[in-house]
C-alpha cells in the first residue's frame, strides 16, 4: 500500500459509519490520508474512526447548517479539505402502487440534496485554495432504473447530472467533480433489500 499517495491530505466521507463509506475512508487512511467520517449515527461514526485513527463526526447531510459546519470544523481542526465524498445514502422500495410520497420525499432529500449541499460546501473552500476533489457515489440504479427503486434511481440519475454540471462549473478553479456509479454492493443498507425483492429481481435492488 502507497501510503504517500495521499499524505497529509484531509478527506470528508459521508454516511461513513457503516457499508460503502466506512470502507473507503479505511482505504483513504490507508493511503495517508487523514480522513472525518460522518454519519448521522454519531455512535457508529465514532466506532469506524477508532479503528483507522480517523475523527468521528455526527452530521445530517440533509442540513444545510450541519454540512456547512461539517466543512468549517475540518479546515478549522485539520487545516485544509482536499477530498470530500458524498456517499450517504438511504434506501425506501416499493412499488408505485405501494410508495408513499414521504418515502419518494426522504429518498430524493438524502441522495439529492445531501450530494448537492456536499458538493456546494466543500466547493466553497476548494475554489479558494485552487484544487480539491469531490467524488459523488451514484448507482447502476441511476443508469438503468431498477423495479421498486423509482424514488432510488430517480435520486442517482439526479446526482448524475448534478456531477456534471458542477464539474463544468468548478473546472477553471482547478476542483475536480467525479460520479462514481457502483452495481450491488451487499452492505447493511442493501441487505433489506434482498430480504424483499423476489429472486428474480434481486441483483437489480441497488
Not at 450517504?88 to 418515502?103: F, I
Not at 485552487?130 to 423495479?147: A, D, E, F
Not at 456534471?164 to 433489506?192: C, D, F, S, W, Y
Request: aromatic share 2%.
Amino acid at each position: 500500500m502507497n501510503q504517500s499517495l495521499l499524505q497529509d491530505r484531509v478527506a470528508v466521507v459521508t454516511g461513513a459509519g457503516q457499508g460503502i463509506g466506512r470502507e473507503i475512508a479505511r482505504v483513504l487512511a490507508e493511503h495517508g490520508a487523514r480522513v472525518v467520517l460522518a454519519d448521522v449515527n454519531e455512535t457508529a461514526a465514532k466506532e469506524a474512526a477508532a479503528d483507522i485513527d480517523g475523527v468521528g463526526v455526527a452530521c445530517d447531510v440533509t442540513s444545510e447548517e450541519q454540512m456547512r459546519s461539517l466543512v468549517a470544523d475540518t479546515v478549522r481542526d485539520l487545516g485544509r479539505l482536499d477530498l470530500f465524498v458524498n456517499n450517504a445514502g438511504v434506501t425506501r422500495d416499493a412499488s408505485l402502487k405501494k410508495m408513499t410520497v414521504n418515502d419518494f420525499d426522504a429518498v430524493i432529500t438524502v441522495h439529492l440534496r445531501g450530494t448537492w449541499l456536499g458538493v456546494r460546501e466543500p466547493a466553497a473552500v476548494m475554489r479558494e485554495q485552487k484544487s480539491g476533489s469531490i467524488v459523488n457515489i451514484s448507482s447502476l440504479s441511476g443508469k438503468s432504473g431498477n423495479p421498486g427503486q423509482t424514488n432510488y434511481s430517480a435520486a442517482k440519475a439526479g446526482i448524475v447530472g448534478l456531477t456534471k454540471a458542477a464539474a463544468k462549473e468548478l473546472a477553471h478553479h482547478n476542483v475536480r467533480v467525479n460520479a462514481i456509479q457502483p452495481g450491488l454492493i451487499r452492505t447493511a443498507m442493501t441487505e433489506g433489500c434482498h430480504r424483499r425483492c423476489s429472486p428474480n429481481v434481486r441483483e437489480l435492488c441497488r
